[in-house]
């Protein structure tokens, strides 16, 4: 064994090789510690999957890479100054000697492929994971919470924003360096505009799940809502959505995306909050165009023209932001507040839009203010009641803490959602009744176009004893 490997160990001598040993060596030491979390389940801590699957595993190519090319420089140099020692075999492939020591390179190279393709692989899957796009970079935190609250909480993040194949791989990493400077220097925006302008369309998102051309028909919402006033007066507002679909285009989704139905649209900023320009075409002979005064689409007037699609009204399917009002009252709904606590709609909504110094741990401040306001305004119920009334401050401060983030400026209101119309303008955006069109027409207004209203804010509405959802006012 010696023949062959007294001059590698010679040749190895040297700073380059010497360092790509140190690597290697420290890399599998490192990782080999690493290993366990690479089997089973799967890494959580977002800094660890960093130095298991990219760090350590590029430490360890490096150093691969260094030994042989020291390796090489040396011979070189011993060659060209005729300081090669004389005693070693000459390195060709007469040699039985060289000939075994290619072979265990082959053979280690191979082994090391093996298992950089492995880590390679882990390091891609880890990236195309939702932690490493919303944990490692801590800019993201509102986004990353409100994906874990949302309805598409198991869809991972790349399935949206990024497209199949190496060519959106490799512009992703790209705009990920690109991120990496942005926090470095601290010139990232706060908050984090949504990527509008990026987003993939629908057809290639959104339509990989939802089929545009299935009817869904009609679908019965129930909407709970609580007064401010002491018994906290319940109201259910229930509305059967005429979501429809393509197949009739009738409803909703028919009337917008049906068969040769075709929408398009100009806004006057960036978020697509102001539409000043709106042209409708069914595809059967019917085609309108409404506008603001003077407002020019095109090229003219330069006002983008876009084609309405899914993520024009669902704009935020997988970062779903709440405003106070409604979480309050869908917490109470589901019990997570008790709604007959005296005047906890309106002390909630109170607590939730207060504001709080940078100083102050909102998680401790709300339920402590919660817990002081029942102590000192309705001893009574706080003596009686105290686990209803913690259980309640838990849940604002989770509301709250979801919903604003003061470091990246993110609060109540930030992100719009356009989906309906009673927090932000959404629908109303085109069918509010300002664009006209030249004979003076309005997109229609008309509730039932969209929903059927079978009750408006009743404390126990008939319909739903009728479908069996509730009991009757007999039995209440």
């Known amino acids: 064994m010696g023949g062959w490997l007294l001059p590698v160990i010679h ?5 380059l090789s010497m360092t790509g040993v140190l690597l290697v060596t420290t890399s599998t030491v490192f990782w080999l510690f690493l290993l366990p979390s690479s089997f089973g389940a799967p890494v959580n801590n977002p800094y660890l999957g960093i130095v298991a699957y990219l760090l350590l595993p590029s430490v360890l190519v490096l150093g691969l890479i260094l030994i042989p090319i020291g390796i090489y420089l040396r011979f070189r140099s011993e060659r060209k100054k005729g300081s090669y020692p004389s005693d070693f075999p000459p390195l060709t492939f007469h040699n039985v000697e060289f000939r075994r020591l290619i072979l265990f390179v082959t053979l280690a190279t191979l082994v090391n492929i093996v298992i950089a393709g492995q880590t390679g692989y882990k390091a891609v899957t880890y990236m195309e994971g939702a ?18 609250n949302a309805a598409h909480s198991r869809v991972e993040c790349v399935k949206c924003h990024i497209g199949p194949g190496a060519a959106w791989f490799l512009r992703s990493k790209l705009n990920g360096i690109h991120q990496v400077f942005a926090v470095t220097f601290n010139t990232y925006q706060r908050p984090i505009p949504p990527p509008l302008q990026k987003l993939r369309p629908a057809s290639e998102t959104c339509e990989e799940c939802h089929a545009p051309d299935k009817f869904i028909g009609d679908r019965l919402r129930v909407i709970d809502k609580f007064a401010d006033d002491e018994k906290n007066t319940t109201a259910k507002t229930v509305l059967l959505m ?35 320009w709106v042209e409708y075409n069914n595809g059967r002979g019917r085609k309108a165009t409404y506008a603001l005064p003077d407002a020019k689409p095109g090229a003219a007037g330069k006002l983008p023209v876009r084609d309405m699609e899914c ?25 997570q507040i008790a709604p007959d606590l005296p005047f906890i709609k309106k002390q909630s909504v109170e607590l939730l839009k207060a504001s709080y110094p940078a100083s102050v741990q909102v998680d401790t401040a709300i339920p402590a203010a919660l817990d002081r306001f029942y102590r000192e305004s309705h001893p009574a119920v706080f003596a009686s009641r105290r686990a209803d009334v913690a259980r309640a401050g838990v849940a604002l401060a989770a509301i709250h803490g979801r919903n604003v983030f003061p470091a990246m400026k993110v609060t109540w209101g ?32 008309d509730c039932n176009t969209c929903h059927q209203l079978l009750a408006m804010e009743e404390p126990a509405p008939k319909v739903l004893a009728d479908l069996g959802l509730a009991p009757a006012a007999s039995q209440q």
Request: glycine share 12%; charged share 20%; hydrophobic share 30%.
């Open 311 to 335: 993520m024009d009204c669902h704009n935020r399917p997988a970062h779903t932001f709440e405003v106070p009002e409604s979480a309050v009252d869908r917490a109470m709904a589901l019990g």
């Open 131 to 148: 932690s490493f796009c919303g944990e490692t970079c801590h800019v993201m935190q509102p986004e990353f919470v409100a994906y874990k």
């Open 242 to 276: 005429r979501v429809g679909g393509a197949r009739q285009g009738t409803g909703i989704h028919g009337v917008h995306m049906g068969p040769g139905v075709t929408v398009r649209y100009a806004p006057a900023d960036e978020s697509r909050q102001k539409i000043t």
């Open 11 to 15: 040749l190895s001598n040297n700073v």
């Open 414 to 445: 930030t992100y719009p959602n356009n989906l309906g119309h009673n927090d932000f303008p959404g629908c109303f955006r085109c069918h509010g009744g300002a664009l006209k069109s030249a004979d003076e027409s309005t997109i229609s207004q």
